[in-house]
C-alpha cells in the first residue's frame, strides 16, 4: 500500500511542478492549441464520410436511371 500511494503522491508533484512552470496564458494556449487539432480532425473525418455517402448515393441514382432498380416490388 506504502509503494502505490507513494507513486501517487509523486505524480501528484510532478503535475503540480509542471503546472507551476506555466504561466495560465501558456496553459490556455494549449488547451486552445489542442481544441483546434481535434476540431481539425473531426472536420477531415466529415468531410471523407459525406463524400463517401454521396458517391453511394449518385452511383445508386446512376444504376436506377439505366434501369436496374435493385429497390424491391411493393
Given at each position: 500500500?506504502?509503494?502505490?500511494?507513494?507513486?501517487?503522491?509523486?505524480?501528484?508533484?510532478?503535475?503540480?511542478?509542471?503546472?507551476?512552470?506555466?504561466?495560465?496564458?501558456?496553459?490556455?494556449?494549449?488547451?486552445?492549441?489542442?481544441?483546434?487539432?481535434?476540431?481539425?480532425?473531426?472536420?477531415?473525418?466529415?468531410?471523407?464520410?459525406?463524400?463517401?455517402?454521396?458517391?453511394?448515393?449518385?452511383?445508386?441514382q446512376?444504376?436506377?436511371?439505366?434501369?436496374?432498380?435493385?429497390?424491391?416490388?411493393?
Amino acid at each position: 500500500m506504502e509503494k502505490i500511494s507513494s507513486l501517487i503522491n509523486y505524480l501528484i508533484g510532478i503535475v503540480l511542478m509542471w503546472f507551476g512552470r506555466h504561466t495560465p496564458q501558456d496553459i490556455a494556449f494549449m488547451v486552445g492549441s489542442g481544441v483546434a487539432v481535434v476540431t481539425m480532425c473531426i472536420n477531415v473525418a466529415t468531410f471523407f464520410i459525406n463524400w463517401y455517402y454521396r458517391r453511394k448515393t449518385y452511383e445508386l441514382q446512376q444504376r436506377n436511371v439505366k434501369g436496374l432498380n435493385f429497390e424491391p416490388d411493393r
